[in-house]
Antibody, heavy 121, light 107 residues
C-alpha cells in the first residue's frame, strides 16, 4: 500500500524557517516525481513545488521561489521542504503528493494527510 | 503563467441529477488536465487524468472531456457521497495550477 506521511509542521514566527519531511513507502520511490501542495484554512488547493524522480529537476510556484527548497533522499524514501523567510500567507496545511506516472507532468494519485504550518507572531 | 478558471464556484443539486463543472485554461494545455475530489475534512482524491481517463477505483458516473482550453467534469447521477469540492489542475508545465474549486452540495 502506498503511504505518505508528512511531519515537521508547527507554529513559527514571521521570517522564521521550518523543514517539512514526507516519508514514503509502498512504491518504488525513485521512479516517481513528487510534489507539495498546500491549502490555507478554508481555501482551495495551491501547487507549491515538484521534483523529478532523480531529484535533478525542481519546480516552484512564484509565491515560494527563492524561499523554499524541495529536495529528496532516495536512499531514505524521504522528501524535504525547507521553508525560509516564512510569511503569514504561508499558513496552510502542506500535503505531499505522488505523481501518478514517472514524470512530473501527471496527476497526483496519492496524498499524505498533511501537516499544518502556522506563521504567526 | 496559464490560469485555470472553474465554473460555477458552487452548485446545489438533487440526488440523481446530472452535474457538470467546467474548467477553462487561459492557453492550450492539450489534455494535461486532472480532476480531484475533496470531501470535507479529507485529502484530495484523483478522479480523472489526461482530461478523460478515469482513475482506477473511481465510479463510472464520473467522466471528463475536453482538450485544448475547455474541459468538463460530469457526474451522471449525483449521489449523496459526492458532496465535495472539485478541483481541476493543469500539469503540462510548472506552475501546475489548480482551479479555484467548485463546491457541490444538495438542495
Amino acid at each position: 500500500e502506498v503511504q505518505l506521511l508528512e511531519s515537521g509542521g508547527g507554529l513559527v514566527q514571521p521570517g522564521g524557517s521550518l523543514r517539512l519531511s514526507c516519508a514514503a513507502s509502498g512504491f518504488s520511490f525513485s521512479g516517481y516525481a513528487m510534489n507539495w501542495v498546500r491549502q490555507a484554512p478554508g481555501k482551495g488547493l495551491e501547487w507549491v513545488s515538484g521534483v523529478s524522480g532523480s531529484g535533478d529537476s525542481t519546480y516552484y510556484a512564484d509565491s515560494v521561489k527563492g524561499r523554499f527548497t524541495f529536495s529528496r533522499d532516495n536512499s531514505k524514501n524521504t522528501l524535504f521542504l525547507q521553508m525560509n523567510s516564512l510569511r503569514a500567507e504561508d499558513t496552510a496545511v502542506y500535503y505531499c503528493a505522488k505523481s501518478r506516472g514517472g514524470g512530473v507532468s501527471d496527476g497526483y494519485d496519492c496524498w499524505g494527510q498533511g501537516t499544518l504550518v502556522i506563521v504567526s507572531s | 503563467d496559464i490560469q485555470m478558471t472553474q465554473s460555477p464556484s458552487s452548485l446545489s443539486a438533487s440526488v440523481g441529477d446530472r452535474v457538470t463543472i467546467t474548467c477553462r485554461a487561459s492557453q492550450d494545455i492539450s489534455n494535461y488536465l486532472a480532476w480531484y475530489q475533496q470531501k470535507p475534512g479529507n485529502v484530495p482524491k484523483l478522479l480523472i487524468f489526461a482530461a478523460s481517463t478515469l482513475q482506477s477505483g473511481v465510479p463510472s458516473r464520473f467522466s471528463g472531456s475536453g482538450s485544448g482550453t475547455d474541459f468538463t467534469l460530469t457526474i451522471s447521477s449525483l449521489q449523496p457521497e459526492d458532496v465535495a469540492t472539485y478541483y481541476c489542475q493543469k500539469y503540462i508545465s510548472a506552475p501546475r495550477t489548480f482551479g479555484q474549486g467548485t463546491k457541490v452540495d444538495f438542495k
